[in-house]
């Protein structure tokens, strides 16, 4: 039922995007409602703090709004356009999950020597993570530990995984900023209203190079002297690996910029149209010869995506439901009290850098990114009031969400790495990470504050 029900959220989303949304968001929102019934005896931790957050603003919406329904109506609906961009992303992974060639271009990456293997896995990093999500840390993580598992030396094997899981957890933030299958460019442009996805990604892609440059230098800086060097191991397969997944890249954002500047489509429209798209495409490419083989391989696909993998991340489509529905109702609810209010004179450029160090700190505990996000948007209801652009607002949120994700010991990225390294999730975040953190904070807060592409 869960399964149906996400995959139907998501259908009925991207017939509204083709001129029949009036009459496909009651629906939506209806479906959202039913899963969200489906989900009460299964909450998370998350999920809960969020839901107790979300009843508070319930409640005082209730007793200051008379609006209130008609509030909480129009932020299920766009919940419902959030968690079907998420399931749609879960096609594309179901889609390319088993390709052979995706875990021959992991094993080029992973095996590469040790004077490009830094810089492999954080731009491979970010090359599997458009297509994979979450799944790109698990896929590479997970070839990591079983080829550094050959190697006698235990102080060397922990030194050169360690280095290796942080160069692909800090290649998938890196992503995280501007990429328009992300989540934190697709949440902020979202809430931060006039802002969109063309006009923060050249600012963005700024703060990847940063993200991208900064871990490659610290990794050089800490790494440990062994003397006498070990032998390299040999790599694994060749360059041309990694074309497909360049191929799938560049049709994923090439198509994204296509819907947005041909149909005029917000980015959020574009990827929940694009992407089953693309996936449905892939999987016909790969079916057998002949109408019947390609129907049945496309049959067995939606059977499988439908019954088996889109349920198993039901908790984490309640979790982005949840975190939407609270934060949109956030901007709602507080952006008119904030705009009538007499807030301090602050320069832009320091709003920038509060808002860059503000989604980390508050990450590390444990308040979700999403909401942090939309509670900027709710304490900014009017950026030019301040001599800023939206876009500039989203650059900054990106920047602070992309730390936080390689930080905040809450994080499924940090938890993922601490798994495969076998450690706890403080130790990645507030160890391994610390510097990474304070030294992009700093950049990244100057970034944002002064950069000329915003």
């Known amino acids: 039922m869960a399964g149906l029900l996400l995959v139907a ?19 939506a929102a209806a479906l959202v409602v039913a899963f969200m019934l489906t989900q009460l005896g299964r909450l998370s931790f998350s999920v809960l ?15 200051t709004r008379s609006d ?10 766009r919940s419902g356009s959030v968690v ?20 021959r271009s992991g094993l080029y990456l992973v095996s590469q020597p040790p004077g490009r293997r830094y810089a492999a896995l954080t731009l491979g990093s970010q090359l599997f993570s458009h297509i994979l999500q979450y799944g790109a840390v698990t896929l590479l993580g ?39 299958v992300a989540f934190p460019m697709i949440i902020s442009t979202t809430v931060i209203r006039g802002s969109s996805w063309l006009g923060s990604v050249p600012g963005a892609l700024g703060t990847s190079v940063i ?7 610290l990794d050089s800086l800490f790494k440990p002297q062994v003397k006498p060097a070990p032998p390299p191991m040999p790599a694994i397969g060749r360059v041309a690996d990694l074309f497909p997944l360049a191929l799938l890249f560049v049709a994923l954002c090439g198509g994204a910029s296509v819907f947005v500047l041909t149909f005029g489509m917000p980015i959020l429209a574009a990827i929940v149209v694009l992407v089953p798209i693309t996936s449905l495409s892939i ?27 889109a349920p198993s991340f039901s908790s984490e489509s309640m979790l982005v439901m ?31 850098v509060l808002i860059v160090w503000w989604m980390p700190l508050i990450g590390l505990f444990g308040l979700h990114p999403i909401l942090a996000a939309s509670l900027v948007s709710g304490l900014l209801p009017q950026p030019a009031l301040y001599d800023l652009t939206p876009d500039q607002i989203v650059i900054a949120i990106t920047a602070g969400w992309a730390l936080s994700g390689a930080t905040s010991p809450f994080t499924a990225v940090t938890l993922l790495v601490a798994r495969l390294g076998r450690v706890r999730a403080t130790t990645v975040g507030l160890q391994w990470n610390r510097w990474f953190l304070l030294v992009n904070a700093v950049a990244l807060s100057l970034w944002a504050a002064f950069n000329p592409l915003a």
Do not use: K, Y
């Open 9 to 27: 959220t998501m259908f009925v989303v991207i017939v509204g995007e083709f001129g029949a949304r009036t009459w496909m968001e009651p629906v």
């Open 49 to 63: 703090i969020l839901s107790a957050i979300g009843v508070i603003f319930v409640a005082f919406g209730t007793l």
């Open 68 to 77: 209130m329904l008609e509030l909480m109506a129009a932020a299920i609906i």
């Open 84 to 103: 079907a961009i998420f399931v749609s992303l879960l096609t594309l992974r179901s889609a390319v999950n088993d390709i052979p060639g995706i875990v």
């Open 142 to 180: 997970g070839l990591v530990t079983s080829i550094t598992a050959r190697e006698p030396d235990g102080w060397l094997r922990q030194s050169r995984e360690r280095r290796m899981l942080l160069a692909i957890q800090r290649g998938f933030v890196a992503t995280l900023c501007w990429s328009p």
């Open 211 to 217: 993200l991208t440059f900064v871990g490659w230098f």
């Open 283 to 309: 999987v016909v490419a790969r079916a057998d010869n002949g109408i019947a083989g390609r129907l049945g391989a496309v049959s067995e696909w939606l059977r499988r995506f439908t019954t088996q993998e």
């Open 322 to 352: 949840v975190a939407t529905f609270t934060g949109l109702l956030s901007v709602d609810l507080f952006g008119p009290v904030v705009a009538e209010a007499h807030l301090p004179a602050l320069p832009g450029w320091l709003i920038l």
